[in-house]
């Protein structure tokens, strides 16, 4: 992380910025894969920490040359640095440890694919490093010169200390570069150590500093597309489930109504169905003959009905009944009354 010491804090802003530039480039190089950082690369201008000065390399003569006399990087004078910031426009920087500044352990590991490599030897870690794991900065790499038992491979543990990989940094970060890339030199072998992200170097490859740029942007950008979209699904869903629990809310309506409506027309079908208890008293009216009275009419909701009289000539009261046009006659029967001359009568009909 970045230190918000008190040197920072008093220092110009522009070298603050940059630092801060550092540690956030820093972060965002752990989201670049291995294999899109080796796809795009570009050979790189090599440099060399000895005990009696620095050395960079010379691509004309394919060796190193002197540098600066003092292996102290704080020691370094602007010209130094101008010639560092002109050489990173074009090729990235790398610094290559030597014996001084890393630790080489070999180990013999489980045998596994190379991308399990680093996760076994992750394991054992804390019983053939002299350093915590926070405190350094490792690779391993198979030793391919020598031959192990069966199930197992030779490995190659390269360690440097975290602290002054993160000084280096801080110099050239401090000096408005970008770090360097961190590597060892293990029997003629280069072994990366740290890969920075250079989002602001190679004039000539434009295309890859795009491509980068829009991994990273494209990376960053997936936690925000996921929230947006997030919510504009769970939009339609509220959406679609508020119409739904209107259209459903429409039709249980809807269902209710009818289910009362049928209630009340199975109530009420035989009443409304049956002709008016007006029409039988019209239609008594109509055919009982002379001299009867009809005392009571009576009719259900099933529309029958019970006729009580009284009449002098039942034989045609009771034709007078079979005459009806909505009931038919189911009994009749006659009682004697107080007037001889007078039969009572209760008929009990039928609706039609």
Request: glycine share 4%; charged share 25%.
């Amino acid at each position: 992380m970045i230190r918000l010491e008190r040197s920072n804090l008093l220092a110009p802003l522009g070298v603050f910025a940059r630092r801060y530039w550092h540690w956030w480039t820093q972060e965002l190089s752990t989201f670049i894969p291995d294999a899109l950082r080796e796809r795009f690369s570009v050979t790189p201008v090599d440099l060399r920490v000895n005990s009696d000065g620095i050395d960079i390399a010379s691509s004309a003569r394919n060796d190193f040359l002197r540098f600066a006399d003092s292996p102290e990087w704080a020691l370094l004078d602007p010209a130094h640095w101008q010639s560092l910031t002109e050489k990173s426009l074009h090729k990235p920087l790398r610094l290559i440890l030597t014996d001084l500044y890393r630790l080489e352990i070999g180990i013999v590991l489980p045998k596994d694919n190379a991308s399990g490599l680093r996760r076994i030897a992750t394991l054992q870690l804390p019983t053939v490093s002299p350093l915590e794991e926070e405190h350094m900065v490792w690779a391993v790499f198979k030793d391919r010169q020598k031959q192990a038992g069966k199930g197992q491979v030779h490995a190659r543990l390269v360690l440097a200390r975290a602290d002054y990989i993160e000084d280096v940094e801080n110099h050239f970060a401090a000096n408005g570069l970008m770090p360097p890339d961190i590597a060892a030199s293990v029997d003629g072998q280069i072994v990366k150590l740290k890969a920075n992200l250079r989002l602001n170097t190679f004039r000539q490859n434009r295309k890859t500093r795009v491509l980068l740029l829009l991994t990273v942007v494209s990376l960053l950008s997936i936690p925000v597309t996921t929230v947006a979209l997030a919510d504009y699904k769970r939009s339609v869903l509220d959406a679609r489930i508020a119409q739904m629990e209107g259209n459903l809310s429409d039709k249980m309506r809807k269902m209710a109504e009818q289910r009362k409506a049928a209630k009340l027309q199975q109530i009420l079908g035989p009443v409304v169905s049956n002709p008016p208890v007006s029409g039988l008293f019209e239609s008594l009216a109509e055919h009982l003959p002379t001299r009867s009275f009809v005392l009571s009419a009576e009719q259900k909701g099933s529309g029958d009905a019970v006729i009580e009289a009284y009449t002098a000539q039942p034989e045609k009261f009771e034709a007078a009944l079979v005459d009806l046009p909505n009931h038919k006659i189911e009994a009749v029967r006659k009682l004697t009354g107080a007037d001889p001359a007078q039969t009572h009568i209760q008929a009990e009909l039928f609706a039609k």
